[in-house]
T-cell receptor, first 113, second 113 residues
Framework: NAGVTQTPKFQVLKTGQSMTLQCAQD?????MSWYRQDPGMGLRLIHY???????DQGEVPNGYNVSRSTTEDFPLRLLSAAPSQTSVYFC????????????FGEGSWLTVV | AQSVTQLDSHVSVSEGTPVLLRCNYS??????LFWYVQHPNKGLQLLLK????ATLVKGINGFEAEFKKSETSFHLTKPSAHMSDAAEYFC???????????WGAGTKLIIKP
């Protein structure tokens, strides 16, 4: 049971480049989400999805795009990377919106230069 | 609206002495509360969770937390610190009404030999 798998673990981008952070879970969870973690702050919600075909914005959605074509996958796209998007990104999943056990990926360290 | 305040950004204790990490929350409804731990350059691991059962919650690695509704607190404690406890700890609240997670800013626990 792999849990939540995020790739890549480390990435350096130039300003203006686009890229996709991949997230996959094999637990048949309905609810998936993306967070960013910045120094001195807790995790902040970027986007979330309550099931295939349904996505919604979180606290800090600007500059990011998501889609949920399958239950398993929830990729996060940076449309035009900016230095302010340098951060650590975590994907998470849980059984459903009320599921109290949340599973996190190991994180993706992104640097935009 | 929900909010979480971790009262100390850094806590330093000597190995073998007690640990206290403080967390206060604000919630309009019945909250679920969590503590997560993050070791340097690692992902997030659930230490324990409170979901309206027993107010004293025991977690992994000897940690426990007590939910005190009258004080709106959920402080994390451990009787005897170990060097391996050095990490950052996050207090998280989730309201049953919307299930979104609100993260505290984190407390960095430093263990002195």
């Amino acid at each position: 049971n792999a849990g939540v798998t995020q790739t890549p673990k480390f990435q350096v981008l130039k300003t203006g480049q686009s890229m996709t952070l991949q997230c996959a879970q094999d637990m048949n969870h309905e609810y998936m989400s993306w967070y960013r973690q910045d120094p001195g702050m807790g995790l902040r919600l970027i986007h979330y999805s309550v099931g295939a075909g349904i996505t919604d914005q979180g606290e800090v959605p600007n500059g990011y795009n998501v889609s949920r074509s399958t239950t398993e996958d929830f990729p996060l796209r940076l449309l035009s990377a900016a230095p302010s998007q340098t951060s650590v990104y975590f994907c998470a999943s849980r059984t459903d919106l009320s599921g109290n056990t949340i599973y996190f990926g190991e994180g993706s360290w992104l640097t935009v230069v | 609206a929900q909010s979480v305040t971790q009262l100390d950004s850094h806590v330093s204790v000597s190995e073998g002495t007690p640990v206290l990490l403080r967390c206060n929350y604000s919630s309009s409804y019945s909250p679920s509360l969590f503590w997560y731990v993050q070791h340097p350059n690692k992902g997030l691991q659930l230490l324990l969770k409170y979901t309206s059962a027993a107010t004293l919650v025991k977690g992994i690695n000897g940690f426990e937390a007590e939910f005190k509704k009258s004080e709106t607190s959920f402080h994390l404690t451990k009787p005897s610190a170990h060097m391996s406890d050095a990490a950052e700890y996050f207090c998280v609240v989730s309201e049953d009404s919307n299930y979104q997670l609100i993260w505290g800013a984190g407390t960095k626990l430093i263990i002195k030999p």
